[in-house]
């Protein structure tokens, strides 16, 4: 019986998600947003989740800065 070593990977099983997809235009194969997580019973806060998501699929990206999230909300209408 041949031992395997564990380092060996048969061809065709390994999935390099660093890769970009070939359809860059497909939003649906992200994998970092809070979109499919629970929602809360407030409109407003799965509004701001969705718009949260938006802009990382838009910007391309993992995660945001401060100033992205303000400029998140302010685009909401969100003011002080």
Do not use: C, W
Not at 1 to 7: G, Y
Not at 49 to 55: C, E, G, S
């Amino acid at each position: 019986m041949p031992e395997t070593s564990i380092l060996e990977n048969p061809a065709g099983n390994f999935v390099d998600r660093r890769q970009r997809s070939e359809n860059p235009g497909n939003p649906g194969v992200e994998r970092r947003q809070f979109r499919d997580g629970d929602r809360s019973a407030r409109p407003e806060v799965a509004e701001l989740a969705n718009a949260i998501d938006d802009y990382k699929i838009n910007h391309r990206r993992r995660f945001i800065t401060f100033e992205e999230l303000f400029d998140v909300i302010a685009s909401l209408g969100y003011h002080r």
